[in-house]
C-alpha cells in the first residue's frame, strides 16, 4: 500500500469513528476512559496536538467541537450525565493508566 492510500484510509477511519460516537450519545466520557483508556475529549486534544505539528492553531473549544460535532458545552447539557460513584472509583484506579 502506498503513503498517500494508507493516509487516505486512517482519514476515513477516523471520520467514521467520530460519526460513530457522535451518534453514540449514551456512551459517556468516563465509561469510555475507564474501558478504553481514552475518551472523546482524548480525541479532540489528538487532533489539536496534529495541527500543532503542522504549526496549525486550534484551540481545544474547536477541537472538541470537530470532534463533537456541536459546541461541547451543548453535547454536555444535551448527553452528559453525572458520573456515578462506581464510575469514579474505576476512573480513579485506572487514572495512572490513562
Known sequence: MDEQT???LEAAVFRRL????RGR???QNIDMMNLAG???NCLSNWYA??????DMSLDKDAAREIVYGMPYGDWKAKYQTEATAA???AFD???PEH
Open 93 to 95: 484506579k485506572n487514572k
Open 25 to 27: 450519545t449514551d456512551v
Open 49 to 54: 496536538d496534529a495541527a500543532a505539528e503542522k
Open 87 to 89: 464510575q469514579k472509583a
Open 6 to 8: 494508507k493516509i487516505e
Open 18 to 21: 467520530v460519526e460513530h460516537l
Open 38 to 40: 481514552f475518551c472523546r
